[in-house]
């Protein structure tokens, strides 16, 4: 009976110290409802409005025209694709920079970051530059005298990959880079020297470990691929079509925010499943290295 | 005291005077329109004069999707837009979905040299320009396709192909590559123009969305032919383009000049459209950049020389085929529009 008093002061000064962390927490949620929450309900809510009045023509478009899900699906596989690119590159790179000393991982970090600073859209055009029929490589190609006529680099969904990769690539290394480089050096020379050959070692030390890293970086490179619109527009030649072109088009072809609106909220809603699939399998606390 | 107090009152009354009187005085007026060198001859011969003689001030607000955002900004009650510039069939529609301000005709002078049929209540033509087909004479030298059925005879003009990943006017170039007579063109026959494109699809490399891109594709060689507006092609033959176009065949469309519904400076508005149709800055205008003003009185103005190679040159006019607003604005014509996203997709 004697402790109780000492217990409330201590659940007391518990509640008030809650009450102080979410008022510090209150601007950011106020800035994150004010732009994004409300935002999002207004597009909700238009979604199924015409004229209006409330109507399902939007939804029930999108059931009904299968070139809709064709595109949600094109989508979901040049994410996919996107993602598996940007770790078979991202990999090497982020284990780079994770063991060479520091002057030269300060260099790799240095030049993934660099074309981080630059528009998308110089950097897209860029890549018509370089991949043309008359670009750099098709010209080089021509003049070394290995090939006859220019190949089809550009304008097309190789050149998407390509502009696509380039730009989500820092989403990738930065999460993978994190993790290696948490990995303590040690537990690799174990490896090594109770006889595992290298292939061993990765597949069952160095893997396993950056695994947390890879799922973070797929996540955000994933989600951020979904919503792509200048780079598949100027490189994919038209023949590409992801859905934020699908949104575009659907607010020029009908004259209707509610039809580009519907578009975006089933976008929204693969994200959102996704999401929470992805938290059943990792914890989104534990990606952001909160645990 | 009392005087040193009115003194400072009064200096800050007229200071305040010579700051916000210039404000006061000069009216804006934001005008929607092309980017692009088109903008950039424009400012020169038509928005800056204008400023000068209107005195009010002319901000250009290019966008590439005008109809929608003017949509969107009538229907907020409160335009940021006064004056607007897109194709012929947006006024028809703009008009129909009760988004456009009534022309005010006493204000507009100009409009009576312009021909009955590129005006009404709503709307007033500013200019003509055409769809021609461009060809890369690296390629094709000076025997290249001169026809819509050229551009589809991939055996006699093998060679990389870009259209306009857009139904209007495609539709219409493929019908008269399956020889239908441009007489016959409307109402369109939509399934039929469907049809013939299938069979191009596979020999098209680029479907572009910009006329930017296309100064681009024909500027870099990119494609070896493909229909694009004759100003984007002119831009880009004088900047170097190894290519030349043909008008024959070449789909006329028209620009209109309107005001948006609700504009907080009508006034000025009117008397800016005015002077946009004014014909010699329209002269002007023509001289520096290859488009067709539709204010006829334009054309004693300019050297015969050039007139001849402008989008509404009589000669040209013989040859090309004008594209019908009306029938596109229609329901047949929205239709036939939404099967682009289809087509592109299969």
Redesign the interface.
């Known amino acids: 009976m004697s402790d109780l008093p000492i217990e409330q002061a201590i659940a007391r000064e518990e509640r008030k110290e809650q009450r102080i962390y979410l008022m510090l927490f209150m601007p950011a949620v106020m800035l994150v409802v004010l732009f994004l929450g409300v935002p999002l309900l207004i597009l909700a809510i238009q979604s199924f409005q015409e004229g209006g009045h409330l109507t399902l023509e939007h939804y029930a478009r999108i059931f009904d025209e299968p070139i809709y899900w064709r595109t949600y699906y094109d989508t979901l596989e040049i994410s996919v694709a996107v993602t598996v690119l940007c770790i078979l590159l991202g990999f090497p790179l982020a284990y780079a920079a994770a063991i060479a000393p520091r002057g030269w991982s300060t260099l790799i970090l240095a030049l993934v970051m660099l074309p981080f600073w630059t528009s998308v859209l110089v950097r897209t055009y860029a890549w018509l530059v370089v991949l043309q029929r008359r670009g750099i490589v098709n010209s080089l190609l021509m003049s070394a005298g290995i090939i006859d006529a220019p190949l089809s680099l550009s304008h097309n969904t190789f050149a998407v990959l390509i502009g696509m990769v380039h730009v989500m690539l820092p989403f990738m290394v930065f999460p993978l880079y994190a993790a290696i480089s948490k990995i303590p050096q040690d537990l690799l020379q174990a490896g090594s020297s109770l006889g595992g050959s290298p292939w061993y070692v990765f597949r069952r030390v160095l893997l396993p470990l950056s695994l947390p890293g890879m799922f973070a970086g797929s996540v955000l490179v994933f989600i951020l691929s979904l919503g792509f619109y200048l780079t598949p527009e100027l490189l994919g030649g038209g023949k590409t079509i992801l859905v934020s072109s699908l949104v575009q088009r659907n607010i020029e072809l009908y004259l209707q925010f509610g039809a580009a609106s519907a578009v975006a909220m089933i976008l929204l809603l693969i994200v959102f499943v996704i999401f929470w699939l992805v938290d059943r399998i990792l914890p989104v606390e534990k990606i952001v290295g909160m645990r | 005291m009392k005087p040193a107090f009115s003194r400072v009152m009064g200096l800050s009354l007229v200071l305040a005077a010579a700051l916000f009187s210039p404000a006061v005085a000069q009216e804006t007026v934001t005008y929607a329109t092309d980017g692009g060198n088109i903008l950039d001859v424009m400012k020169k011969t038509l928005i800056g004069p204008a400023e000068q003689k209107l005195g009010i001030r002319v901000v250009p607000d290019p966008n590439a999707?005008r109809?929608?955002v003017l949509?969107?900004q009538v229907l907020s009650g409160k335009p940021t837009w006064d004056v607007v510039d897109f194709s012929a069939g947006y006024c028809a529609?703009g008009q129909q979905e009760g988004l456009l301000e009534p022309l005010d005709y006493s204000e507009i002078p100009n409009a009576a040299s312009v021909p009955e049929q590129f005006k009404d209540e709503y709307s007033v033509g500013l200019s003509a320009y055409a769809t021609v087909l461009a060809y890369n004479t690296d390629t094709y030298g000076d025997n290249g396709p001169k026809t819509w059925a050229d551009f589809w005879d991939v055996e006699k003009f093998p060679g990389?192909r870009a259209l306009r990943?857009y139904a209007r006017p495609t539709l219409e170039i493929a019908l008269l590559a399956d020889g239908v007579a441009p007489e016959d063109l409307y109402p369109l026959d939509v399934d039929r123009a469907y049809k013939k494109l299938e069979e191009i699809k596979p020999h098209i490399?680029?479907?572009?969305?910009s006329g930017a891109?296309t100064t681009?594709l024909l500027f870099?060689?990119?494609v070896d032919m493909l229909p694009l507006w004759d100003g984007r092609a002119d831009t880009a033959i004088q900047e170097g383009a190894a290519a030349k176009f043909t008008r024959n065949q070449a789909i006329m469309e028209y620009t209109c000049l309107a005001v948006l519904k609700g504009t907080q400076h009508k006034d000025a508005a009117m008397k800016f459209i005015n002077a946009l149709l004014d014909p010699k800055g329209q002269a002007g205008w023509a001289t520096d950049y290859l488009t067709g003003p539709l204010n006829t009185a334009f054309a004693q103005h300019v050297e015969p020389k050039r007139l001849a190679r402008l989008t509404t040159a009589p000669e040209n006019l013989k040859v090309q085929v004008p594209l019908n607003a009306a029938w596109w604005a229609s329901e047949a014509g929205a239709n036939a529009?939404?099967r682009?996203?289809?087509f592109?997709?299969?």
């Not at chain 2, 490399?205 to 969305?209: E, G, L, Q």
């Open positions: 999707d109809y929608p949509k969107a529609r990389r990943n490399n680029v479907w572009w969305t891109e681009q870099d060689g990119e529009e939404k682009w996203l289809e592109m997709q299969k």
